[in-house]
């Protein structure tokens, strides 16, 4: 089974402010197969990014992937007052690492 | 995008089983794969399984032994079974739909709480 770690757990940031997350999987797995979402409070998750770096219908371009083989990264260009949220990784259909809370300093 | 409504008990006995549908509106159930994913505060997000409509399933292995997912195409709906709870199961439950078995969830329900108590 592959683990997903996600970095830092929580990160404390103002708006404006860029946001830079780190996903980091056990073994390699295909970029293809690694996706990004985002839960607000008290909602459903929601898918942000797909194939690692390809922006799901409706996402703005604020938001953009990278990465390949263990690492991946989400990087939110400047942060907008609904961007404070928690961001999962997954590689498709399994596994999801465990988070990264994104706060208001 | 479906649009996907869960439903079920909200609390089930332990040792019984928890039965959860997930109704879908907005397209059709032959054009995709059904998951099922819950969350936990301490286990995070965990994948339960899925189906497809044709019948075919896949299931978490953690999980195979108690989990049933099921498809009623003419009242577009999915079902998920899981036997035997414990407090463990205490979760919240996710319907989501992916175009394939190895693709992204790109719609979900909003959830449901079931406790086990």
């Known amino acids: 089974e592959i683990v997903l770690t996600q970095s830092p757990g929580t990160m404390s940031l103002s708006p404006g402010e860029r946001a830079t997350l780190s996903c980091r999987a056990s073994q390699s797995i295909s970029s293809r197969y690694l996706a990004w979402y985002q839960q607000r409070p008290g909602q459903a998750p929601r898918l942000l990014m797909y194939?690692?770096?390809s922006r799901a219908t409706g996402i703005p371009d604020r938001f953009s992937g990278s990465g390949s083989g263990t690492d991946f990264t989400l990087t939110i260009s400047r942060l907008e007052p609904e961007d404070f949220a928690v961001y999962y990784c997954?590689?498709?259909?399994?596994?999801f690492g465990g988070g990264t809370k994104v706060e208001i300093k | 995008q479906v649009q996907l409504q869960e439903s079920g008990p909200g609390l089930v006995k332990p040792s019984e089983t928890l039965s959860l549908t997930c109704t879908v509106s907005g397209g059709s159930i032959i054009s995709y794969y059904w998951s099922w994913i819950r969350q936990t505060p301490g286990k995070g997000l965990e994948w339960i399984g899925y189906i497809y409509y044709s019948g075919s399933t896949n299931y978490n292995p953690s999980l195979r032994s108690r989990v049933t997912i099921s498809v009623d195409r003419s009242k577009n709906q999915v079902s998920l079974n899981l036997t035997s709870v414990t407090a463990a199961d205490t979760a919240v439950y996710y319907c989501c739909s992916q175009r394939g078995s190895y693709s992204p969830h790109d719609s979900w329900g909003q959830g449901t709480l079931v406790t086990v108590s």
């Open positions: 997954q590689q498709y259909g399994y596994s």
């Open positions: 194939g690692a770096s």
